[in-house]
């Protein structure tokens, strides 16, 4: 089964670093980008970047350019997205997610099928 | 970048048709025939339910239709059922090889 499952629920406090992970099994695991979305409570989806895990080469959206940082380790196959002083406004769910697939044609597209489960990030003092 | 503009609400009865735009601009929506169209419950991840503006993932209800004009797409559901309650949110690639998400429309089905 493809899938992706994300590391657990964290509460930090403002100004710590984090690190939360996103690991894929069932496929290619550098074959496909991963993306991070996050979703504030009660409130929409926003794509925040995407890597490419097999050159590691990153696509950040300007709103999240030099808050966060994306990264991977192919050898275990797990992406990673991380924060080097988090603030009170980085609470939100934060979900991975991978390009559909479809496998009649045999080619993937610039659309998000398989998700995570999604990591709660609490900042508070 | 600003997000693509969802109505806030759409309602309807069982059975009924309803659609959800979507409008963004000429460097996103207009630019690219790369609309996706998500699906989410509370507490859930989102779910695919249109790519590429109009195309179904595999097994998915062709009750679902997306469509585009210009830099507006829309997202068609047939036959309301009470299981399509929920959020559903538009995302289109945009310039420098980013997404953008729409802020999202709840569906009630009365």
């Known amino acids: 089964e493809v899938q992706l499952v994300q590391s657990g629920a964290e509460v930090k406090k403002p100004g710590e670093s984090l690190r939360i992970s996103c690991k894929g099994s069932g496929y290619s695991f550098t074959t496909y980008w991963i993306s991070w979305v996050r979703q504030m409570p009660g409130k929409g989806l926003e794509w925040m970047g995407r890597?490419?895990?097999?050159?590691?080469?990153?696509n950040y959206s300007p709103s999240f350019q030099g808050h966060v940082t994306l990264s991977t380790d192919k050898s275990i196959n797990s992406a990673y997205l991380q924060w080097a002083s988090l603030r009170a406004s980085d609470t939100a769910m934060y979900y991975c997610?991978?390009?559909?697939?479809?496998?009649?044609?045999?080619?993937?597209?610039?659309?998000?099928?398989?998700w995570g489960q999604g990591t709660m990030v609490t900042v508070s003092s | 970048q600003s997000a693509l503009t969802q109505p806030a609400s759409v309602s309807g009865s069982p059975g009924q048709s309803i659609t959800i735009s979507c409008t963004g601009t000429?460097?996103?929506?207009?630019?690219?025939?790369?609309v996706s169209w998500y699906q989410q419950h509370p507490g859930k991840a989102p779910k695919l339910i249109i790519y590429?503006?109009?195309k179904r993932p595999s097994g998915l209800s062709n009750r679902f239709s997306g469509s585009k004009s210009g830099n507006t797409a829309s997202l068609t559901i047939s036959g309301l059922q009470a299981e399509d309650e929920a959020d559903y949110y538009c995302?289109?690639?945009?310039?420098?090889?980013?997404?953008?998400f729409g802020g999202g429309t709840k569906v009630t089905v009365l």
């Open positions: 997610a991978r390009p559909y697939y479809d496998t009649l044609t045999g080619y993937s597209y610039d659309a998000f099928d398989i």
């Open positions: 590429e503006g109009n």
């Open positions: 000429s460097s996103d929506v207009g630019s690219y025939n790369l």
């Open positions: 890597i490419n895990p097999s050159d590691s080469y990153t």
């Open positions: 995302c289109s690639y945009a310039l420098s090889s980013t997404f953008l």
